[in-house]
Structures are given as structure tokens and as C-alpha cells.
């Protein structure tokens, strides 16, 4: 985590985002949820899927959700991870206004613990909830640092300007271990059998939960990718890479997400997909290109 925070007098950057969701081509439901908002001290303002914005006096979250459970309660869930997102939101603007950074940790891990308990006490109480859970990631922006949460096999992908790119969370289940590990390689893992067994995730009947908190420096021109295992499935690293960095020119007009989303379900679309971009700007600059 970084250090505690100091005032900085580089002007505020901007972001622009565009996020997408689709059942695929095989759930008769998508289980996915997105989230994008912006909130000061006082106010919270849900964003639409596709948006620029400066990020003068406000912060940004952006998260995305998988739940899972039987019927209906997969949908159910994934929607309560990101509407009790919005609860604590204010709250964490002033901390981040007061410089206290060191803060943040406290805070996520707070609210994957309060999600935790609502979807394990829905569970308890009504049988069509039992044993539903979800998947959270999430990606909250101040002025120079993105914070992030996680739990699951949903990722975020961070793509700096000078190129390359990064898988910031781990996947919570034992072949995302032993691809951690140098025992599997990519298509290994995307192939091996037990590839959607979750060792952790909200509710799910799971008594004890350790999510991943972490921070990124970031710079104008930088990039992050917030997305479900269905995007995964569809699609290999070098690929997302490929559709948000160099798409190619039949689909280079289309916003990134629906880019990607498009490219997933073209090429499985056997899960839900989802997929959420979120690019920095200088301030006052011209957009990104693509």
C-alpha cells in the first residue's frame, strides 16, 4: 500500500469508462453485475456504461460481480455486492480528502466483510438463497492512486502506457494457485477441470473470507480492465490485450468493452460475460486513441 498521502499540484486527470454485459450464448440469465459511480463527501451519482468525466473533487468506483446459486439467487447476489458498495462511499471521500491512504485497506476489507455477512444471513434465512454467492473486483480512483478490492475469479488487468499488461488479482481457487505457482501455464489452466471451483467468494457458505486489497500508481495514458470469468473464457491475455490496445479496424470504432464483449461471445459465449474499461486522461487533452 502506499504511504499516506500528500496534496499533489498536478492537475486532475480525467477518466473515461465503458462497461458491457451479456447472458452469453447458453445461461437462460446473466449473473453478472457491473457497477460504475462517482461521489464526493456529500453525494453519490450512478454513471452510465460509457462516459468521460474529470476527477476534480470526486473519486470514482467501478466493480464487477458473478454471482452464483441456485435459480435466480445467482443474479440476486452479484446485485447485492454492488448496491452495498454505495453505502460507505462518502465516508471514504473525506478520508482520502484528509490524505489518511494508509485507510483504505481497513475500509475495503470492511465492506467485503459487510457483503459477506448479508449474502451468508439471506442464505440462513430463505431457502431459494442458499448457499448463493459472488465474486467481487473492484476498482475505486483518487486523484493518483486506484485502490482495489477482490475476491474470486472475476480480474482486473492493468495495461500502463508504456505497454504490456498485468493481472493484478489472483484467482481464489487452486488452479489460479498453481498458475501462480509456474505449474500450469495459461491454456492448462483455462483447460483444467477444476478451473471454476472458488476457494473463496462472498457468501457461498464460506465462514471465513480474506480478499485482496491493493494500490496502483497510475499516469494518463494508463488503462485497467475489470471483467468476469466469462470474458476469460472467450478470450486468451494476448487477445484483451489486442481488442482494448490495437483493435482491429472493422471493430476500432466500437467502444472497448463492447469490443471485448463482442469478441468473448463470438468466440465461447458459454458464460455470462462481462466487461469493464477504464482509461485516464490528461486533463483538458484529447481522448486516447483507439
Not at 465516508?91 to 459487510?114: H, I, K, P, Q, W
Not at 467468494?201 to 499516469?219: S, T
Amino acid at each position: 500500500m502506499p504511504p499516506d498521502a500528500t496534496p499533489s499540484d498536478r492537475p486532475p486527470q480525467r477518466l473515461r469508462w465503458s462497461g458491457l454485459t451479456h447472458r452469453g450464448r447458453v445461461r437462460p440469465n446473466n449473473e453478472d453485475s457491473f457497477l460504475a459511480l462517482t461521489f464526493d463527501g456529500h453525494e453519490l451519482r450512478f454513471l452510465g456504461k460509457v462516459g468521460e468525466a474529470s476527477q476534480k473533487n470526486t473519486d470514482f468506483v467501478f466493480a464487477v460481480s458473478d454471482g452464483m446459486g441456485g435459480a435466480n439467487s445467482g443474479e440476486f447476489a452479484s446485485r447485492i455486492a454492488v448496491d452495498r458498495i454505495t453505502a460507505l462511499m462518502p465516508r471514504c471521500f473525506r478520508m482520502s480528502a484528509m490524505g489518511l491512504a494508509s485507510g483504505f485497506s481497513d475500509v475495503l476489507a470492511e465492506l467485503f466483510a459487510d457483503i459477506h455477512k448479508v449474502m451468508l444471513d439471506h442464505g440462513r434465512s430463505y431457502e431459494e438463497c442458499a448457499g448463493m454467492g459472488a465474486t467481487l473486483s473492484l476498482c475505486w480512483f483518487t486523484p493518483e492512486w486506484m485502490y482495489f478490492g477482490h475476491i474470486g475469479d472475476s480480474r482486473i488487468y492493468y495495461l500502463p502506457k508504456e505497454g504490456g499488461m498485468t493481472q493484478l488479482t489472483h484467482d481464489h481457487s487452486h488452479v489460479g494457485w498453481l498458475r501462480r505457482q509456474g505449474k500450469l501455464n495459461e491454456r492448462e489452466a483455462r483447460n483444467h477441470p477444476l478451473r471454476n471451483a472458488l476457494n473463496q467468494a462472498l457468501g457461498a457458505g464460506h465462514q471465513f473470507i480474506d480478499p485482496q486489497v491493493g494500490a496502483v500508481g497510475y499516469q494518463a495514458g494508463d488503462r485497467f480492465l475489470i471483467c468476469s470469468d466469462g470474458l476469460n473464457d472467450g478470450l486468451w491475455d494476448r487477445a484483451l490485450q489486442e481488442f482494448i490496445r490495437e483493435p482491429p479496424a472493422p471493430v476500432a470504432h466500437l467502444d472497448p468493452a463492447r469490443r471485448l464483449v463482442d469478441a468473448a461471445l463470438e468466440a465461447s459465449g458459454r458464460d455470462n460475460i462481462t466487461a469493464l474499461v477504464v482509461e485516464t486522461l490528461p486533463a483538458g487533452d484529447q481522448p486516447l486513441t483507439p
